[in-house]
């Protein structure tokens, strides 16, 4: 049987709803401090053990169904020839912002045997690892968001040189989001290739853009990693921010399953997803840092918004943040599990 | 007769569409750095004539129909004894960030004649020297955008420690923003007394909250300044960004106008703020740094999509950017003039 997470993300009916939290690999656990004790962030991401057992940490202390692998949006851009730094308390920063078509040009397909070595072989480990119910997440920045890396030279706020290249330059524009995209499905493959169950693509600055400009600059490269996957037989979630009326754009770009922040509640994000998806999400990331019974009370909000339909998979709308109380996390996971069974079971009850 | 704006956010049939920009005061004009190099930003602040001078500026430059004050969003809260530094590339940054009850203690009622007295003295200066069709504009950060810089201590993406003290001291946060909105409608109040026509109260961040947390922890409080404007006969433009999912809610917490942001088209815009509302908007600032078409076929489909309803006042989905092409910014003054008065004289040509 197929884990858990595969068989909601196509929208079959499930024995409970499956959760699991963006992030959850990384700075709120102390185990993962204790590595970077010893080892750099990229020492980390070279070692397919370490990469493995980052990534393995959070599923062994909070039993969530998925293992999402623990590697930067920046890593297959690197395997094709950027060079990328990651500063502490800023982001990643790209030596030569990529702005012409010469800069587009030197962009190389990415070389799964080298930077991509170790992360496509910790998740051959991670694989062996897990328990079948449980699956591997694989990892990939979408076109827009990593082009915007690129063009900006380093994390923005408003996107302005970006935007200013869509407009300006929409030849260059387009080749790099071709390149992006065509560089995205070789590496994509490759994790499922190596073991990975399903693959979320990650639009995480989305939400800067309209949708028309959506929809003339970036869906039709969204669209075709995610059309790759796809014919692949690959299950995808699309994960996008700020994005509430971005998201049926966003849908018919592709996604098996339409990611949610917490900006809309997951019914009507849901609606604008449209029925023939599944939806991840939405719980608020910044919620846990307060008491328990707010968690708890917006969880549920969640689960009740959900209704039990085929295709939820419980998550946050963004990832973990750094200061997050891993027991919180803990708790929040038994709270889906405990709620969701008992649904399920009262359901069949019901029917019987 | 009130000025164009005034009777347009009233909702009452007028000859073309106003149209301004935010912040069209500042960096985009050359006139504005040429001061600039003899005088600090504090200097600006600090003087009535040059915050007046500035002020007027884009007037002189594009015919806006709006002159709206050159202040800064800290303005009210350094009245109220906090120390703010503006630090350049960064925003302002507080000294000591507001968490805790004695800090919210700390903070006094703004004194209008020592901090404020410039800017409400600027007021009376612009109100004198612009023509009556042109509307004053005055400027207030709204409680949640502002308690945001006080409690981050500085700009923030994700809010985090804001949102910490709203759910785990929820009277601190609403002692805060009660603190904050009794000091911001004095200042507000001064304002339209010093002469403006109108106040926008600008809640920039707000997008980064979920309906629901909008609701509990800043519905209240900006619902106090926006009603004692109304109360005043003070007509008022509320505006957000990131906030599609939220216009409903901002809408009934006040404004006479919506402001749009141009994640969202601003006919679905305007039926989610509801029909009896103005709006505001809603070109992404961004395509200003495009070639001239992008901008005349962005600006067209506003247009199109306000449909010459009355209610409408022409401006950008957020502030000019320092990088824009003042005459772009005239150009499209022109446009929206030329389009609205031929729309009007159509519409009266047929009705004949």
Redesign the interface.
């Known amino acids: 049987m197929d884990p858990l997470l595969v068989r909601a993300a196509r929208r079959e009916p499930v024995e409970r709803t499956p959760v699991w939290f963006m992030r959850q690999a990384g700075r709120s656990l102390p185990e993962y401090r204790a590595i970077r004790e010893r080892h750099s962030f990229f020492d980390v991401n070279r070692s397919a053990e370490l990469t493995a057992e980052v990534t393995l940490q959070p599923v062994r202390r909070h039993g969530v169904d998925a293992a999402v692998m623990f590697a930067d949006i920046m890593t297959p851009v690197v395997a094709m020839g950027v060079g990328v730094e990651l500063v502490e308390g800023v982001g990643p920063v790209i030596a030569e912002p990529v702005r012409t078509s010469a800069a587009v040009e030197r962009l190389r397909s990415p070389d799964p045997h080298e930077t991509l070595g170790p992360v496509l072989e910790a998740i051959g480990i991670v694989r062996r690892e897990l328990s079948p119910e449980r699956a591997v997440v694989g990892f990939c920045g979408a076109p827009f968001t990593v082009a915007g890396y690129l063009v900006e030279g380093k994390p923005s706020?408003?996107?302005?040189a970006t935007?200013?290249l869509?407009?300006?330059e929409p030849r260059v524009w387009h080749a790099l989001l071709e390149r992006l995209a065509d560089g995205f499905v070789e590496y994509a493959l490759a994790q499922a290739q190596a073991g990975a169950d399903a693959v979320q693509l990650f639009d995480s600055w989305v939400?800067v853009?309209?949708?028309?400009?959506y929809c003339e600059f970036v869906a039709p490269w969204s669209a075709r990693v995610l059309t790759a996957l796809r014919e692949a037989g690959v299950p995808t979630i699309h994960f996008g921010t700020?994005n509430?009326?971005?998201l049926g754009v966003m849908a018919e770009a592709g996604g098996d399953v339409m990611g949610l922040d917490?900006?809309?509640?997951l019914d009507?994000g849901w609606a604008l997803a449209g029925a023939d998806r599944g939806v991840q999400g939405n719980l608020?990331p910044?919620?846990l840092?307060?008491?328990w019974e707010?968690v708890e009370s917006a969880a549920r909000?969640v689960l009740a918004r959900a209704g039990g339909r085929p295709g939820h998979i419980f998550n946050l709308g963004h990832g973990v943040?750094p200061?997050t109380d891993p027991d919180v996390l803990g708790r929040l996971c038994e709270l889906v599990r405990a709620e969701t069974a008992r649904e399920r079971f009262h359901a069949s009850g019901t029917a019987a």
């Open positions: 706020r408003e996107f302005a935007k200013r869509m407009y300006d939400g853009l309209s949708p028309a400009d700020g509430a009326t971005l917490w900006r809309i509640p009507e608020d910044a919620v840092l307060g008491p707010r909000d943040l200061a």
